[in-house]
């Protein structure tokens, strides 16, 4: 991103592209080492989005529906059973799902995540010069920390973003046309996970558990609380890491159609 952000300050257009084999200094959410092995596909793109500085992390949605698309599409045509080997890669051809607000999974783990950073204009409140979407793809090896999954061998690096880059601007296109809730709301929401079941969201200052009931029309993620007195009340949560214990259920079992249900059991603490 440090690349990107002095082209960004020199006046380049929307849709720069950076890329690299390996990042030295690379950064996660809440400002989080990011380990950056060489062989995976890290990138960042310029946007320069005509919106409110509210409405820009919105791109994060867009951006992580066009990258599991882009991931399944670079899969191998032949089928590739699931497998409950621990030391076994996330196969090409499963399902990606995302994590709110931007993680992609597999059975397997953390396969790829997304990072933005709004600059904002000078002496202008609420409004962005520009925005910088972030991603690592673990394509080859995944990092050691994360909890992670390799998502195939096999994939070339250019191939994936390529396909990444033809399915953003899609979304992207339709998303600056239509809206949020619109374009995106329902596509990201068939790709998510937990929709229904209990997670916990932590916060700067504290941890909420509840049921996730899914993301409003902003992208804020929804959540149904218990009170003592047994009452539900929901809160709407706009940033947070969220996460769940492996032993709760599958990460495939929680796709957003329950009739899609399987019974594998998830290996890690996906995203904490």
Not at 10 to 28: F, K, P, V, W, Y
Not at 123 to 149: H, R, Y
């Amino acid at each position: 991103m440090t690349q990107a952000r002095k082209r960004a300050a020199q006046g380049a257009n929307e849709g720069l592209i950076i890329t690299c084999s390996q990042q030295t200094q690379g950064r996660g959410r809440f400002g989080r080492t990011w380990q950056s092995p060489i062989g995976n596909l890290y990138g960042t793109l310029l946007l320069r989005p005509d919106v409110a500085a509210g409405v820009a992390p919105q791109v994060g949605f867009v951006a992580s529906l066009a990258l599991a698309e882009g991931l399944e599409s670079c899969g191998k045509p032949e089928a590739t059973e699931a497998t409950e080997d621990p030391e076994a890669e996330a196969s090409p051809n499963e399902p990606v799902l995302i994590k709110w607000p931007n993680d992609l999974l597999t059975h397997k783990g953390k396969v790829a995540g997304l990072l933005l950073e709004a600059i904002p204009k000078k002496n202008e409140t609420n409004s962005i010069e520009s925005l910088l979407v972030g991603f690592g793809v673990n394509l080859l090896e995944a990092p050691k920390a994360d909890g992670g999954a390799v998502f195939g061998t096999g994939i070339a690096p250019q191939d994936l973003l390529t396909a990444f880059l033809e399915r953003f601007a899609k979304h992207y296109t339709a998303w600056q046309k239509q809206g949020f809730a619109s374009a995106i709301r329902e596509a990201w929401l068939k790709r998510t996970c937990k929709l229904g079941e209990p997670i916990v969201a932590r916060l700067a200052d504290r941890k909420l558990s509840g049921q996730f009931r899914g993301i409003d029309t902003s992208g804020h993620l929804l959540l149904d609380i218990e009170e003592a007195n047994g009452t539900i009340r929901q809160k709407t949560i706009a940033a947070a890491d969220v996460w769940w214990s492996p032993l709760e259920s599958s990460l495939l079992g929680a796709t957003a159609n329950p009739a899609e249900r399987t019974e594998r059991k998830a290996n890690h603490a996906f995203g904490n």
